[in-house]
């Protein structure tokens, strides 16, 4: 799974840009979605925040 779409599976949470080269991720998230919850997911992906 891409890190986009473990994103995308938080309530409140949508990724705007994703730039495998770079590395770099931005999200848009609400006060649905918890920052570490969105850390996790991009861990859980096996990348590091």
Known sequence: MLIADAISEIN???VLSADHTSGAVIVDYDSEATL???RQ???GEGFTV
Do not use: L, V
Request: hydrophobic share 55%; charged share 35%; net charge positive.
């Open 12 to 14: 409140g949470a949508r």
């Open 41 to 43: 997911a991009i861990r």
């Open 36 to 38: 570490e919850a969105i």
